[in-house]
């Protein structure tokens, strides 16, 4: 851990940052005083330094009839953010922004900073959702710089409800950080929680806001995310709308966004685009996708292991004639072969796109139908894991979706030792763990417990518009109501009517 | 608090586990049987087991043991295999005749204590179920459990299964009934009439037409082919009449000191082939074929009620219908003192709901 030391010299602060190799220093003479320019070249813009900064110096070098004043000469330097400092510490943290410092030798015991700092420098200037896709609505995603990613949110809600609340954290990144809520509308509660969480941490580098979440946490030790995590934009934007806090950090291009529910997580924004009745659909698909994704094949071993009487008599001729070449126990034979999706997934997203595609049919037919010609799988367990693989991808937000990759291996131990029973004791546990988890201190199984009849209107179905114009219960917003539901225009004018 | 909640839970699943109660089947190394013959052969109760072999064939196999009392039936038939039979798969249950008539009770026992076995059907037979499971081996291991299921459905032969049995044996009021498979002239398998059980034995069988006045008279599902003689403006001829749905209501009157039953019958039938002399356009054809059948129903289901009686069965379950209006019912003097004195009473009203394409 770095010591901050106290009270500091200016002039040991330049000495330790003569250290590096990128710091520089210029010595010059303005009006008879001898000047020290000295700035991190790799952090500065260079076209202003070299067409704005740097010939007014010389301008001010010819200039050698006047008596050197150093507040005529900060006036007049011919950029934005120009400062007189004598704070050793505010000299420190500008310098490794990209400020230019210059000192006076033996003349003012002020320090001038300058910015000529360059903040897009290495920073993409588009993010197309790429990770969580959508077919409809808008494609715009944050990306790695904290100005951009408000300057988005902005530009959606203009509203002067926005604020944004800005600290620093970190002992080495020195990432800055924002919370940003609706003032007014957000309870100040969820903001002091943030707040005081985000006071208390003591870290080195914030990698990444996704990492932000594991620092401030209610419970570390749990498989699920307990804030979503999003990089889309108009997702932000709803959570925003609803009452949550979101906090961006710079260098990330995802949000994070709480307090959350279970359910959040499996929202689609093209829930909201789509009609009710088809955005309901899906989402009801989706949330089927999860539970076959987690229970279908530690039910395929329950059943073929313990359970061979609630098997349809119809089915038994396929699944004993596809079994009866296997020589593994059932439970082997699916370790083996969601050990093969799982390789394929982590190798797929470590390649590049192009092989990473090549690479999917690879492995999905050659490797699935070579492993049921070698009978090291029957071939009704190969569409019951495809199926189960193909059902987990549905999930909207990535952190979700590793969650449930991961459930599924407790399940299939379970029940290999104890059938049908591991799996209901497997389904408690994980059940009574959900109950108890909070996010921002709110519960986390919110409709369903503590059990909210209204907030449903939005949870498994996506209910028309007009139904749902309140704010849900548990985030206790101040100001309740979304939009009124009534319709403006009651009558409804046809134009063939006349 | 966490870890102590993951404690618990691990001691929980550790105890499970130590104390090994569930025993692995793994479903392609058990023998599932399919179809259960029981049946008594000198003194022995004796078994024959169809048995599919799914990984190596499609034919079924046929395997019997005999042993002198159920429980070690299993352990016989396993002495022949090559892997532990197993029951949790069994669809139907066949009872021979000698094995009926003797009682049933120590396999129905033995039966109702396994909770792997789910919905099967049970069925008798007039002659040795060893032999109706020959007659099948051609055929798919689950032929005999469609065969019946179908009838079930469609041919007038009225619901039974495990569950069924469970509340016709143990309950009170009501008298166990199960279908009778029979080998025809011609070496086919078919359904045949009932066995009607007075408790676990065999007092009496029924008749293919006795068997859909039963299914009338009891299920909620009426479909079956009626036939009966039509005599009408001097002409003659055996008319099949399809009853497609229906309801019937059983209820008591009191008439003279003693109890009428009186049953009900709403029957809603289907007409497709017809005589010539039938013109269903007049008013009075229509009605002269009514009353005909309506006749005829009520006729012959007094009749089997009366049989019913004669023989002492009550499959129709009139004593757990007098059990609900009356408060001091006791099984045992119903069926000793009340039963034999009631008088029947059968009404029959019928709506032809369907006739066909006309001429």
Request: charge should be neutral; charged fraction near 25%.
């Amino acid at each position: 851990m770095i010591k901050e030391k106290k009270n500091q010299n200016p002039a040991e602060i330049v000495k330790r940052a003569k250290k590096s190799s990128d710091f520089k220093e210029i010595k010059k003479n303005v009006s008879g005083v001898k000047i020290f320019i000295s700035c991190f070249t790799s952090l500065i813009d260079h076209k202003t330094m070299e067409q704005v900064f740097l010939p007014y110096i010389n301008e001010c070098e010819k200039k050698t009839d006047q008596a050197f004043d150093i507040n005529q000469f900060k006036n007049s330097i011919p950029l934005e953010e120009v400062m007189t400092t004598q704070d050793a510490k505010e000299i420190e943290e500008k310098l490794h922004k990209g400020f230019v410092l210059i000192t006076f030798e033996n003349t003012s015991e002020d320090w001038l900073l300058v910015n000529v700092s360059n903040l897009s420098k290495g920073i993409r200037e588009t993010n197309e959702t790429e990770n969580e896709y959508s077919v409809t609505g808008p494609k715009l995603g944050f990306v790695e710089s904290l100005d951009t990613n408000i300057l988005l949110l902005r530009s959606k809600l203009k509203s002067p409800l926005v604020t944004t609340e800005e600290l620093t954290l970190g002992t080495l990144s020195k990432t800055r950080v924002a919370i940003v809520y609706l003032d007014g509308i957000t309870n100040e509660k969820h903001i002091e929680t943030v707040k005081k969480r985000l006071a208390k941490i003591d870290f080195d580098i914030i990698w990444d806001t996704s990492a932000l979440d594991e620092i401030i946490r209610d419970n570390s030790h749990t498989p699920f995310p307990l804030y979503l995590s999003t990089e889309r934009l108009d997702r932000i934007c709803y959570t925003l709308s609803l009452g949550q806090v979101v906090i961006f950090s710079d260098g990330s291009p995802s949000a994070i966004s709480g307090p959350s529910t279970l359910l959040d997580f499996f929202i689609s924004p093209e829930d909201y685009y789509y009609n009710w009745i088809v955005g309901s659909f899906f989402r009801l698909i989706r949330i089927f996708a999860i539970i076959f994704s987690i229970f279908s094949s530690s039910l395929y071993v329950a059943v073929v292991t313990f359970h061979y009487e609630v098997v349809p008599a119809d089915l038994l001729g396929p699944l004993i004639e596809s079994r009866a070449n296997v020589p593994f126990p059932p439970v082997m034979e699916v370790l083996f072969l969601e050990m093969t999706i799982e390789l394929l997934r982590e190798a797929g997203a470590r390649l590049p796109t192009k092989v990473g595609q090549t690479l999917g049919i690879v492995g999905g037919i050659v490797i699935g139908q070579a492993a049921v010609m070698a009978a090291l799988t029957s071939n009704i367990l190969l569409i019951v894991v495809a199926l189960s693989a193909l059902a987990s991808f549905t999930t909207p937000t990535m952190s979700m979706s590793n969650t449930i990759r991961l459930l599924r291996f407790p399940f299939i131990i379970m029940s290999s030792l104890l059938g049908g029973l591991g799996i209901m004791l497997g389904f408690a546990v994980i059940l009574c763990h959900l109950f108890k988890l909070k996010s921002f201190e709110t519960p986390y199984m919110v409709p369903l417990y503590p059990f909210r009849r209204n907030n449903f209107k939005d949870s498994f179905i996506r209910s028309p518009y007009s139904v749902i114009n309140k704010r849900p219960d548990y985030l206790r917003a101040k100001d309740t109501i979304k939009y009124s539901s009534k319709e403006k225009n009651k009558k409804k004018e046809d134009i063939n009517d006349e | 608090m966490m870890n102590n909640t993951f404690v618990k839970m691990g001691c929980v699943i550790l105890s499970l586990i130590l104390a090994g109660c569930v025993p692995h089947n793994t479903i392609d190394e058990v023998s599932l049987m399919h179809n259960i013959g029981f049946d008594k052969e000198e003194e022995m109760l004796k078994a024959s087991v169809v048995y599919p072999n799914y990984a190596e064939s499609d034919n079924p196999a046929l395997i019997t043991a005999a042993a002198e009392n159920p429980s070690s039936l299993q352990e016989e038939l396993s002495h022949k295999s090559q892997f532990p039979f197993e029951i949790g798969q069994v669809r139907l249950l066949i009872f021979g005749d000698k094995l009926s008539r003797e009682g049933l009770a120590p396999i129905l026992d033995t039966i109702c204590k396994d909770p792997k076995i789910g919905i099967i059907r049970i069925v008798i037979t007039d002659g040795s179920p060893d032999l109706l499971l020959r007659k099948t081996l051609k055929e798919s291991p689950l032929f005999l459990m469609n065969l019946i299921e179908k009838s079930i459905e469609n041919e007038g032969i009225p619901e039974t299964d495990l569950h069924l049995m469970y509340d016709q044996f143990f309950g009170s009021g009501i008298d166990m009934s199960f279908p009778n498979l029979t080998v025809d002239s011609k070496e086919n398998v078919k359904v045949d009439g009932m066995g009607i059980f007075k408790d676990d034995k065999l007092a009496l069988r029924i008749s293919e037409k006795e068997t859909f006045l039963l299914k009338l008279m009891t299920d909620a599902n009426k479909r079956g082919v009626y036939s009966f003689n039509l005599n009408m403006n001097g002409n003659k001829a055996n008319i099949g009449v399809r009853i497609i749905s229906g309801k019937h209501k059983v209820k008591f009157i009191k008439d003279n000191l003693k109890e009428k039953v009186k049953v009900s019958l709403n029957l809603n039938v289907e007409l497709d082939a017809l005589p010539e002399w039938i013109n269903l356009e007049k008013e009075k054809d229509l009605k002269l074929l009514k009353n005909a059948l309506q006749k005829s129903i009520s006729t012959e289901a007094e009749i089997l009620l009366k049989k019913f009686q004669a023989n002492g069965v009550d499959p129709i379950g009139i004593g757990r219908r007098y059990k609900a209006n009356h408060e001091n019912y006791s099984e045992l003097s119903f069926y000793d003192r009340i039963y034999p004195g009631m008088t029947y009473d059968a009404d029959t009203k019928i709506t032809i709901r369907q006739t066909g394409v006309g001429k």
